[in-house]
């Protein structure tokens, strides 16, 4: 008989990485010091737009600590060396090369063109204003639609065009659904709207990191970022350095968001420099060149037009997109678009659909993931309009998606773009939300506002959403040329103490997998959660991964790591049966123990794992360890959903927004630690909002960013923000023996839409029908002085 | 500059550049590397550290300012391996994701529960304005800093993290809630 243990996978364990991060001692990429090393600071252009004529370094060489300065002409002489693009969407996509240094001209303010190496950071960061550049201005690009006419300057003369890709997607032409320009001409009603997704920052708060040590057999290089194993080998690739003789380390890293998600030309300078010094080196950069130069998020035009019937059921969609990519491509830039491409038919059962996405650069800093990545994009577009469709048909908004959202019993359901939803409940997510929200109640006070003309309008913003998590399966990334599969590997070593080592390839940075595969394996191999280590970050530990992005970690790494566990159970197994003396048939494996049915022998994996360490007396042929490692590719997306529900407070008088309550019920299928998910949640409800009410990288006529800095660039405070009243639904998902969806992106994908909705829902009586984000005071009271106009 | 300087019970003496920054000289000089840098515009708070009993984003400090004083970092909080119940709420209310912001968090937090030992939601919303968290949205944050308030008894702040005085006294809230 063994003690059946209440489950780990579940609780709301506290997090086992809070113990170093409250204390301080936590092991940052910049905490990073070794003998002899030397500091890089990078000499950045202030032109968007310019040839170089003359980068004098004469002075800056004879500055006190300054060992080196180097130019691209002293790093990549022949202009080799570009930072990857993972990415070639379409067989004919422009690529230029994103180069460490720019060589004979700049493509964006923020471009480095001359890097600094000294004793002290202080030394480098001296050195940079004794450089002297001179440029020549050239026309600077920055309009996304002038920059795709004919005859208007290119940021890269050598590509010809400013276009960087057109990806189309058809459901006529790809079978899976109808013809959506018939869908247009023969609707009763259409609705075409222009959205427009503003650009964003990251804003982690860990500023990028890099430190190189070549200084033993394996080039080492420790970096602040969410994919330590693509960066090992595209640094490989991209360097022509044999990938054995590197390792890759991300230590802590303080957040991404997507934004760590890159092989940088930082990385790759301090790669070459490390080399050509012979010396460890640190670059760790400024927050106001970390806006300049990291890369930015969303930045897209949307045209947006929905087709449907009297009786709301909607019959097409056509999407037209023009997405900014900046001056280069960054690792998945071009994809990002693609990756809400499948998403603009949401939780909806549309017949046809067309999606096509011009990308375009411009002299503007690169654009790439950022937190959702081309689904909250979608999201917005859909949830927008469907609003608007609502009140051209005259029915309540919630009414109309009702309508046309795929019920509970049609699961699993085959989307207008091909991808097949396994499960959901949208019925159950959004009665919750609404029953929390007082939906009704709301309607009526705001009715009464508006009978009264009160000053404070209330508006209420529905958002009900899906997107395709667990990024992904191998065969489909194949399919839409993406440069690497989408498995995850993990490993489990069963130390002689019985201990054990999980070795992830999914790399956390904040998102708490050191709990949560803790709980996952405790309740696996029945050993104590304490007596568990969670790996990660380091290629030279967990050797293999695909990294932490789209809300991949729990259902593909997660499913790996049951996987490597069931092998670790299956090798104990014989070993058990051997030490009990019985048949395998006779063991069951229960709470940590075989057992022998029917008797009180047993023992624990622990005694088995010492029993094997000692290796005295094995079944024969019994390889003397139980460590196992699997590598996990889905076959399949998990499809998170739920209903976000916002009422927002609008002063019409100063066009002031103020978030009332905000309710969201978010099924994100079984959950391992529930307070892990709702930190998630809120998060990701923050950087939403904040996008729809705060938040936009503005850059000025000359391609200079305006708002460069934590001072202007309007990251929320905690008094910019409400609290929020989270619940959850828990529809299992079927694409993975955990049952789980992902969560990371939810909050952001939902929260956008339903704030913006929530305010022209507020004002719509005075003839507001759309707010530009961020719906500053500003703009709202515009929207309201035109609409009013009208 | 000559300094002496107590920082987290310890007196240093250094020579440094007038120029140093104060989290620069913790970090750089005396390896206190879980004071951390976020942004150069003093807008973000991952720095902040006490000055004698007082918070202070340790970026817009100089060292030489923090001449003769005494300066407390996240990593001077623990007393007798208990954790400081501001760090101890934060970790029970799940307050922190990346944990980058979070020693800054801390330190504000302290200062704010000094200033009032039972803030409601938009005072500690209101209190911690000048420290950003990108992970969490700051609800755990807001539930943390009210839940450790109330595990502290009044004169647990900043004040009672003084260690040059010979009697060290320990904050009653090293001894109180759990």
């Known amino acids: 008989m063994t003690a059946t243990a209440e489950p780990e996978v579940g609780k709301a364990r506290l997090r086992k990485e809070d113990a170093r991060l409250i204390t301080g001692r936590t092991r940052w990429t910049d905490n990073i010091t070794l003998p002899g090393m030397l500091h890089l600071a990078i000499k950045r252009s202030p032109m968007a737009h310019a040839k170089i004529l003359n980068i004098d370094t004469s002075a800056a060489r004879t500055m006190p600590g300054v060992i080196a300065v180097f130019t691209a002409a002293d790093l990549d002489a022949e202009g080799a060396v570009g930072a990857p693009c993972a990415w070639p969407i379409t067989p004919d996509m422009k690529s230029p090369r994103r180069p460490m240094l720019a060589a004979d001209k700049v493509n964006f303010a923020g471009e480095g063109v001359a890097v600094v190496v000294a004793r002290s950071a202080a030394e480098a960061q001296d050195a940079l204003e004794a450089i002297d550049v001179d440029y020549s201005d050239l026309p600077v690009v920055l309009d996304m639609e002038a920059a795709l006419t004919d005859g208007y300057p290119l940021v890269h003369e050598e590509l010809g065009t400013n276009r960087n890709a057109l990806w189309v997607f058809d459901s006529g032409e790809a079978g899976t659904g109808g013809n959506v320009e018939d869908a247009i001409r023969d609707a009763e009603v259409t609705v075409t709207r222009r959205f427009r997704q503003q650009r964003l920052v990251p804003a982690f708060m860990e500023p990028r990191s890099v430190v190189v040590d070549p200084t033993a057999a394996q080039l080492t290089v420790w970096s602040a970022t969410q994919i330590p194993h693509i960066l090992k080998t595209m640094t490989a690739l991209t360097l022509g350095l044999p990938e054995h003789k590197l390792r890759v380390v991300a230590p802590d890293v303080g957040g991404g968001f997507g934004g760590k998600i890159g092989v940088l030309p930082e990385e790759l300078m301090a790669v070459v420099v490390a080399q050509k010094v012979g010396r460890p080196v640190k670059w760790t950069e400024t927050r106001s060149e970390c806006m300049l130069a990291a890369h930015h998020g969303r930045d897209q035009i949307q045209d947006i037009t929905i087709s449907a019937n009297r009786d709301g059921t909607v019959t097409g969609l056509k999407v037209d997109l023009i997405a900014d990519m900046g001056a280069y491509l960054g690792l998945v830039g071009p994809g990002v678009p693609i990756l809400g491409a499948f998403m603009f038919n949401a939780i909806y059962k549309f017949p046809a659909y067309r999606f096509a996405c011009t990308n375009v650069f411009t002299n503007k800093t690169l654009t790439d993931a950022y937190r959702g990545a081309g689904r909250p994009e979608a999201t917005f577009a859909v949830e927008r309009i469907m609003d608007e469709l609502a009140v051209e048909l005259g029915m309540d908004p919630m009414a109309l998606r009702e309508k046309n959202w795929i019920k509970h019993e049609e699961f699993p359901f085959t989307t207008v773009c091909g991808l097949t939803y396994d499960s959901g409940n949208y019925e159950a997510a959004t009665d919750r939300a609404k029953q929390l929200f007082d939906y009704d109640g709301l309607r009526r006070e705001q009715q009464e506002r508006r009978d009264r003309g009160d000053v404070v309008q209330l508006g209420i913003g529905i958002s009900t959403y899906t997107e395709m998590c667990g990024l992904a399966p191998s065969r489909v990334l194949g399919s839409l040329s993406y440069g690497a599969g989408g498995w995850e590997h993990a490993a489990i070593r069963m130390l002689p103490t019985g201990k054990v080592e999980v070795l992830t390839g999914s790399s956390a940075h904040g998102q708490g997998h050191e709990t949560a595969w803790s709980q996952i394996v405790s309740d696996q191999l029945g050993v104590p959660f304490e007596d568990i280590e969670v790996l990660h970050g380091d290629t030279q530990s967990s050797v293999r991964g695909m990294d932490t992005y789209g809300s991949r970690s729990l259902a593909v790494g997660g499913t790996a790591v049951v996987m490597a566990a069931e092998k670790v159970v299956a090798k104990a197994k014989p070993v058990a049966a051997h030490m009990l003396e019985c048949s395998e048939d006779d063991l069951e494996f229960s709470g940590g123990k075989f057992s022998v049915r029917g008797t009180d022998k047993a023992v624990t994996i622990q005694d088995i794992a010492l029993t094997v360490f000692l290796a005295h007396d094995l079944p024969e042929g019994m390889e003397p360890h139980l460590d196992a490692e699997a590598v996990y590719d889905p076959q399949n997306f998990s499809f998170p959903h739920g209903t976000h529900l916002c009422a927002t407070e609008v002063d019409t008088e100063t066009g002031r927004v103020t978030i009332r309550s905000y309710v969201c019920v978010d099924d994100v299928g079984k959950v391992v630690n529930p307070l892990i998910v709702e930190g998630q949640v809120h998060g990701g409800l923050v950087q939403g909002i904040s996008q729809a009410l705060y938040e936009e990288a503005v850059h000025d006529e000359t391609g200079t960013l305006t708002n460069g800095t934590f001072a202007d660039y309007h990251v929320p405070s905690a008094a910019d923000m409400p609290s929020f009243t989270t619940d959850r639904t828990e529809t299992a998902s079927t694409t993975n023996p955990l049952g789980v969806k992902g969560v990371g992106e939810a909050g952001t994908i939902a929260s956008t839409p339903a704030v913006v909705n929530a305010i022209v829902d507020a004002l719509r009586h005075l003839g507001v029908h759309e707010v530009e984000m961020p719906c500053t005071p500003k703009r709202v009271w515009q929207a309201i002085q035109q609409g009013g106009a009208r | ?178």
């Open chain 2, 1 to 178: 500059m000559r300094i002496n300087v107590n920082v987290d019970g310890t007196t240093y003496t250094d020579d440094v550049e007038p120029r140093m920054l104060l989290v620069q000289y913790l970090r750089e000089r005396l390896g206190k590397t879980g004071t951390v840098v976020g942004c150069d515009t003093s807008n973000c708070g991952a720095c902040t550290v006490h000055l004698d009993g007082h918070s202070v984003k340790s970026c817009s400090v100089l060292a030489v300012q923090a001449d003769g004083a005494e300066v407390t970092t996240i990593e001077g909080l623990e007393r007798d391996g208990q954790l400081h119940p501001v760090q101890q709420a934060f970790h029970d209310n799940h307050a922190l994701q990346c944990g980058f912001c979070t020693p800054g968090m801390i330190m504000q937090a302290i200062d704010l529960l000094a200033d009032n030992p039972d803030p409601d939601e938009q005072a500690v919303r209101h209190g911690l304005e000048g420290n950003l968290c990108r992970c969490t949205g700051y609800q755990n944050i807001v539930r943390a800093v009210r839940d450790a308030a109330h595990h502290m008894r009044p004169g647990a702040g900043p004040s009672a993290e003084q260690v040059s005085d010979t009697e060290v006294t320990r904050a009653p809230s090293h001894t109180a809630g759990n």
